[in-house]
């Protein structure tokens, strides 16, 4: 049971270009969140997916978007990269709204 | 709206008690807690819903007043393995999508 998968593990971009964040889960858990870390602060919510085929936005949405077309996949699109994206992306699930998260072990990425 | 943590950092001795508040502008639903260590994922602790249902942990409580939007999180006898970040994260409605404090640095010495 490997739980919440993430890739890449750490990834540099160049100023002005685009990538996926990978995001699975095999605990068929029907929701799913994106968040984001900066260096010494709390996570803040980008999007997330109460189920396949809905997605909503979070605290933080702008520069990214997403897609749930599975229960176990939610990737993260980020366009035109900018340095303010840089950050440690986590993905989580849970069963339901109301159970405790299951985080993924966390995306770092740095723009330049 | 982002919930308030206090304190920002506690250093404490093992077996020395520590309580971390969160308090919000906005009645709550829900209230989650979770530990991070350094440089890994955040791992949950324990959720208190409102109407006072609580689930989580063994060794380390919680309470939750939905009058006054406050949690805390109660760690007693406190361990080595108990250093890292907590971090509360709030919900005012039913289900899913957690906004998080800005989390509260736990240190426990030998």
């Known amino acids: 049971n490997a739980g919440v998968t993430q890739t890449p593990k750490f990834r540099i971009l160049k100023i002005g270009q685009s990538m996926t964040l990978q995001c699975a889960q095999d605990m068929n858990h029907n929701y799913m969140y994106w968040y984001r870390q900066d260096p010494g602060m709390g996570l803040k919510l980008i999007y997330y997916?109460?189920?396949?085929?809905?997605?909503d936005k979070g605290e933080v949405p702008n520069g990214y978007n997403v897609s749930r077309s599975t229960t176990e996949d939610f990737p993260l699109r980020l366009e035109l990269a900018a340095p303010s994206q840089t950050s440690v992306y986590f993905c989580?699930?849970?069963?339901?709204?109301?159970?405790?998260?299951?985080f993924g072990s966390g995306t770092r990425l740095t723009v330049v | 709206q982002q919930p308030v943590q206090s304190p920002q950092a506690v250093i404490l001795r093992e077996g020395e008690d520590a309580v971390i508040n969160c308090s919000s502008s906005k009645a709550l639903y829900s209230v989650h807690w979770y530990r991070q260590k350094h440089g890994e994922a955040p791992v949950f602790l324990m959720i208190?819903?409102?109407?006072?249902e609580q689930k989580g942990h063994e060794k380390i409580s919680a309470s939750f007043n939905e009058k006054k939007q406050q949690s805390s999180l109660y760690l007693t006898a406190s361990q080595l393995s108990y250093s890292g970040t907590y971090f509360c994260?709030?919900?005012?409605?039913?289900?899913?999508?957690?906004?998080f404090g800005q989390g509260t640095e736990l240190s426990v010495k030998p």
């Open positions: 208190l819903l409102k109407g006072g």
């Open positions: 997916s109460v189920g396949a085929g809905i997605t």
């Open positions: 994260g709030t919900n005012p409605n039913q289900g899913g999508k957690l906004i």
């Open positions: 989580a699930s849970s069963y339901k709204g109301d159970y405790g998260y299951t």
